[in-house]
């Protein structure tokens, strides 16, 4: 079995607060908007 490192661990953590503060908020803006989320894009 791998086994991730401590480094990985930290950015799999980053990555999931990323998309529970910015992207899971916004879902429905994201999926049906007209305009690209230029703030999260960035």
Same mark, same amino acid.
């Given at each position: 079995?791998?086994?991730?490192?401590?480094?990985?661990?930290?950015? *799999?953590?980053?990555? *999931?607060?990323?998309?529970?503060?910015?992207?899971?908020?916004?879902?429905?803006?994201?999926?049906?908007?007209?305009?690209?989320?230029?703030?999260?894009?960035?």
């Amino acid at each position: 079995m791998i086994e991730w490192s401590e480094q990985h661990q930290q950015i *799999r953590d980053m990555v *999931r607060r990323f998309v529970d503060t910015e992207i899971k908020p916004n879902l429905e803006a994201l999926d049906h908007g007209a305009t690209p989320p230029y703030d999260v894009l960035r």
